[in-house]
């Protein structure tokens, strides 16, 4: 039996996912930036997916890991489905300046739990408040 974190076929570890959710400009990929380089974007520019590469040697593993950058646009919500299959770590990104914002993350919580259910899952809450 083969799970994610056994070899793949070509003798190499699949990279651990971190899906990064929330509405549409709540600035999910300013945090994923901030964290990867220290930067900002200047402009919203909205995000349909994105991948970025984690280097080993930034979070001490033996392997690099992949940030998921997701959309928050209705229009694309129906991909949310495939993209928490994909992952193996959530980032649930609100805004007190994004209305219902906050309403929506209690949506894909509740989304996460569903599809993980016959997974073993645990899931640690913490609330960031970043100003």
């Given at each position: 039996m083969s799970t994610?974190?056994?070899n793949n076929q070509e003798g190499k570890s699949e990279n651990e996912i971190i899906c990064v959710?929330?509405?549409?400009?709540?600035?999910?990929?300013?945090?994923?930036?901030?964290?990867?380089d220290n930067k900002c974007p200047?402009?919203?520019d909205p995000t349909v997916e994105?991948?970025?590469?984690?280097?080993?040697?930034?979070?001490g593993k033996d392997q690099e890991m992949k940030i998921l950058d997701t959309s928050g646009e209705d229009d694309y919500q129906y991909m949310s489905d495939?993209?928490?299959?994909?992952?193996n770590y959530f980032l649930l990104v609100f805004s007190k300046d994004v209305e219902k914002s906050d309403t929506k993350i209690?949506?894909?919580?509740?989304?996460i739990m569903k599809i993980k259910k016959d997974k073993k899952c645990h899931l640690k809450?913490?609330?960031?408040?970043?100003?």
């Open positions: 994610s974190k056994e959710l929330g509405a549409s400009g709540v600035g999910k990929t300013s945090v994923i930036f901030k964290y990867l200047k402009v919203h994105d991948e970025y590469i984690i280097s080993p040697e930034k979070i495939v993209w928490i299959k994909r992952a209690v949506v894909y919580y509740n989304k809450t913490r609330i960031k408040q970043q100003k």
